[in-house]
């Protein structure tokens, strides 16, 4: 069999036998094919004729061409998984790609805002109606106690504790962390609770969401997100600069 019949023999099996998704096979299938491009310019049509050396090749093109460590990496990634496959399927003899490690990522430093563009943005929210409240609270929770998106949106009145001086989350992977609330989004949170939460849900006790939208619901990762820009829009912060984990990293760098 050919490279490319390996490739697509893989394939079917990362489908049908390892129930992977449709976009990963399609991802996987990608890189391989490039990869078997090259080897054919280097006159290697069969699996089994492939060396390390082949390999190394193929991904110092690669670099060549500008791409990405992290996309070598998953196209190193790929190649290995595949030269397993055949080892497993006993089509070659030995996995010219064993102890191959992947490029190292290059480390991106998160993107912050100063200081005094999260204080000017959290400011401007200062008027007294229902959505500022509770817009305010959201800014002020989500800096002032360094939460994700997705513990700020499943947080609950229950998770209040300590007479309102802390939070009780659960974070990635289930774990759970006790999270101080600071001053500032201490009042936040106990302005909106006492002029502004209750015209969101409209007397609903089986609402227990913290934040709620005009409809009573609980917000979505994207209904966070949209308030966020909204908000630094208005102190002329632009879009590309700010999103929940921003405000996160903000947190953590300005402590």
């Given at each position: ?47 089994a ?7 190394v ?64 943005m ?41 007479d ?62 949209k ?29």
């Amino acid at each position: 069999m050919s490279v490319e019949d390996d490739i697509d023999d893989f394939l079917t099996s990362l489908l049908l036998e390892r129930g992977l998704s449709p976009n990963t096979c399609t991802g996987y299938g990608s890189d391989l094919r490039s990869f078997a491009a090259s080897l054919k310019r280097r006159n290697i049509c069969q699996s089994a004729a492939v060396t390390r050396d082949d390999i190394v090749a193929f991904l110092a093109d690669e670099r060549e061409k500008g791409l990405k460590g992290s996309t070598r990496a998953r196209r190193t990634a790929a190649i290995r998984m595949f030269f397993r496959h055949l080892k497993e399927r006993r089509r070659i003899a030995a996995d010219p790609s064993e102890r191959m490690d992947p490029p190292k990522k290059a480390k991106v430093l998160p993107r912050i805002l100063a200081e005094d563009e999260v204080f000017r943005m959290i400011e401007e929210v200062k008027d007294e109606d229902p959505r500022s409240l509770r817009d305010r609270a959201i800014l002020e929770v989500l800096y002032g106690c360094g939460l994700r998106v997705s513990e700020l949106c499943a947080l609950k009145r229950e998770d209040i504790v300590a007479d309102g001086e802390l939070l009780r989350i659960l974070g990635k992977g289930s774990k759970g962390r006790i999270v101080p609330i600071g001053a500032a989004a201490g009042r936040a949170l106990q302005r909106y609770f006492d002029a502004a939460r209750e015209s969101f849900v409209r007397g609903d006790l089986s609402v227990t969401h913290v934040f709620v939208t005009r409809l009573g619901r609980p917000f979505t990762r994207q209904g966070v997100f949209k308030i966020i820009r909204e908000r630094a829009a208005a102190v002329g912060i632009a879009a590309d600069r700010i999103s929940p984990h921003v405000l996160r990293h903000c947190f953590a760098s300005h402590m």
